[in-house]
């Protein structure tokens, strides 16, 4: 199987997780999750038509993967420490159970898309050069 295959597929991957986070994220915390719901319908309907045309050798199929990846990596980096310092600031003030127990799920959430982003976008990196020369 072609590089340029297996990248496609790691694109389709990627994007029913963000589909899945998505979803997870409206489950757990609500209305509140507005911003997660977006990333995650957004990103992950991005991510499958990257990895659709990119699987028909369109060279700009993987550009567009990339660039998301690399895009998601930076937002969801921003949010995840965003998260984890409004997290921090909820240990230190007694805060309710369910309002601790739900910026929790909402890190952890957000911590996994961002990790399955960086490894994404550092898997798509490794292989450029053999997906320039599989695709046009």
Known sequence: MTIH???SYLYAFFGVFLLACGAVAVDIA????????ITGIAGGLLALVAGHFLNQRKRWG?????SEAALLTVLLGWRAG????RLLDMVQQPQEANT???????FLLTTAMLVVALLTLAVSVMFAKQVFAETK
Not at 62 to 66: A, I, M, N
Request: glycine share 12%; net charge neutral; hydrophobic share 40%.
């Open 100 to 106: 601790t127990h739900t910026a929790g799920m909402a």
């Open 62 to 66: 993987y550009l567009l993967g990339t």
């Open 30 to 37: 609500g209305e509140q999750a507005q911003t997660a719901l």
């Open 82 to 85: 965003t998260y984890f310092i």
């Open 5 to 7: 295959k297996q990248i």
